[in-house]
């Protein structure tokens, strides 16, 4: 089991898992809380073609453009509802056939949820995903690994002048 987004469906799709998803259980009283993040495709203000730019952004979001490339392969939730909620996402004959679980976690997504900031690649994959990746192997005990993280993420965020 992982808790994850849409983007593996077409690696585990090639390798032929049997698998499906479901909306991640939430305790009695408990309040769903997902992340709503996305690709984050920008166009730099150094661009020396906005115009072409614009352009290939425009298109990206789409519903007959890119919306549709990435929607067909089943590798994201939408960005437009209406797209999320068709046939083009929900029908696609392939697994995971209980698509509508992404949906449910895209309704209760919350803005600001992830760190988007100049160093957050380098955090991201030098600290808190390999940290994380202990836990959800089974080979660290939770509390010390989330107490060490804890303190590479502090100690990562002051050298950086970003730390409180």
């Known amino acids: 089991m992982i808790i994850q ?10 390798a032929k898992m049997n698998y499906d998803v479901a909306a991640v259980p939430i305790p009695a009283g408990g309040q769903r809380s997902g992340t709503a993040g996305g690709a984050a495709w920008t166009m730099s203000k150094y661009s020396d073609d906005k115009d072409a730019a614009w352009t290939f952004l425009s298109w990206l979001q789409s519903t007959e453009g890119g919306q549709m490339v990435y929607t067909t392969s089943g590798e994201i939730l939408p960005a437009l509802r209406s797209t999320a909620v068709s046939d083009a996402f929900l029908g696609i004959n392939a697994p995971p056939a209980n698509r509508a679980a992404f949906i449910i976690e895209g309704n209760n997504a919350k803005k600001g949820r992830s760190g988007y900031f100049p160093n957050w690649g380098t955090l991201n994959g030098k600290v ?37």
Do not use: Y
């Open 5 to 14: 987004n849409a983007s593996r469906i077409s690696a585990f799709n090639a």
């Open 128 to 164: 808190i995903s390999p940290n994380l990746s202990r836990i959800w192997s089974g080979s660290e005990p939770v509390r010390s690994v989330l107490k060490q993280t804890c303190k590479e993420v502090n100690s990562f965020l002051q050298s950086k002048g970003l730390g409180f």
